[in-house]
């Protein structure tokens, strides 16, 4: 069993399950660069535009389709 912090996350190297958004602030425009994938593939935090409310538009594995901030 394991304990997660308030972001959802927990040690033997730290890593998060959920809540990434502890990561950045909730504020103006597109949600900044927040990892890198194993795989090389920039992640970003939830939002597209965080002042109108807009998600980004996923593929059908969930990623972001088009450009990114």
Known sequence: M???DECGGH??????HERLSC???EVGGHSPRIGTMSDGTPLYG???????????????CGGPFGVTG
């Open 23 to 25: 990561l950045y602030e």
């Open 46 to 60: 939830k939002w597209e535009n965080f002042a109108t409310g807009e998600l980004p538009l996923l593929d059908a």
């Open 11 to 16: 040690t033997q190297q730290y890593h998060f």
């Open 2 to 4: 394991s304990l997660l």
